[in-house]
């Protein structure tokens, strides 16, 4: 059965969604996987407002509350050693209870150390990243932040990257 | 987005997300898609079994996909009622932009 992307949604979203006017680019950018996934290096990209709370400010809820149609573009850096105890929720679109009992449901960290321990794939990455979604403007993510992010994934060598949306 | 600026810097993606209209409109590279309510890609929290099917159909598309902006649709039914489901991913107080839209649509 095809998957219904507006099912859980209030119909005031889904409206607001179904009226956006988006622009697809041509052509989609492609990286074709360079090594066997067990010698790959994996970071984890989520954009569900999280950050390691001992080492990190929350994202900036309180200037999207005077301004609703700003969303903070910057982004959090998470170690693979961070605990869930040190996970911080800035997220002001989903209650934030789930992924606070268990990081995993969008930043699969103890996944893939555990798929790095079984040798599936080659490593995980010292470092992974965390964005919040609500942008009604991406420009800053794809001038400065998205680049940079890149930038520093490339410089811890990881070749492969697992995203989810928040 | 996100997606396609890391392919794009050489960077070799996979979306897991419940929203493939996105995927498909913006034109990711590469997305397996899950009905499962927003800010849960990966599963349940907790349930350990499904977040690794979930991973192991990322890993797979991964591996596997030859064809930029596939969609790949997982099959895995998300295992609570409906409408406790779709109560409960959203914030307890409306997101700022909401509470605006709620405003304006009583103020016409």
């Not at chain 2, 977040?51 to 649709?73: C, D, F, H, K, N």
């Amino acid at each position: 059965m095809p998957v219904d992307s507006f099912k859980y949604l209030p119909g005031v979203v889904a409206a607001y969604y179904r009226n956006l006017s988006v622009q697809r680019e041509e052509p989609i950018p492609w990286t074709p996987l360079s090594r066997p996934l067990n010698e790959c290096r994996f970071a984890l990209v989520t954009t569900a407002g999280i950050y390691a709370r001992r080492q990190d400010a929350p994202f900036d809820a309180e200037r999207e509350k005077r301004e609703p149609m700003w969303g903070d573009p910057t982004y959090r850096r998470l170690p693979r050693t961070v605990r869930q105890e040190d996970i911080g929720a800035s997220h002001l679109h989903i209650n934030n209870r789930d992924l606070l009992a268990d990081v995993n449901i969008v930043l699969p960290i103890t996944r893939f150390l555990e798929l790095e321990s079984e040798g599936v794939i080659g490593s995980l990455a010292p470092t992974s990243y965390s964005f919040m979604g609500y942008q009604m403007n991406n420009s800053e993510w794809r001038q400065r932040y998205g680049p940079e992010a890149a930038g520093l994934m490339k410089d811890e060598a990881v070749d492969a990257v697992l995203l989810t949306p928040a | 987005m996100l997606a396609r600026i890391f392919e794009a810097a050489g960077l070799s993606t996979v979306l897991v997300s419940g929203m493939p209209y996105w995927s498909e409109r913006i034109g990711v590279p590469r997305t397996v898609a899950v009905e499962f309510p927003f800010g849960h890609a990966l599963g349940r929290p907790g349930d350990r079994e499904m977040q690794m099917r979930v991973v192991r159909a990322a890993l797979a598309l991964l591996e596997e996909s030859r064809t930029p902006g596939e969609i790949r649709e997982l099959d895995i039914e998300w295992p609570q009622p409906f409408d406790e489901a779709k109560r409960d991913w959203q914030p307890l107080e409306p997101s700022p932009i909401v509470k605006m839209m709620l405003e304006q649509r009583r103020h016409g």
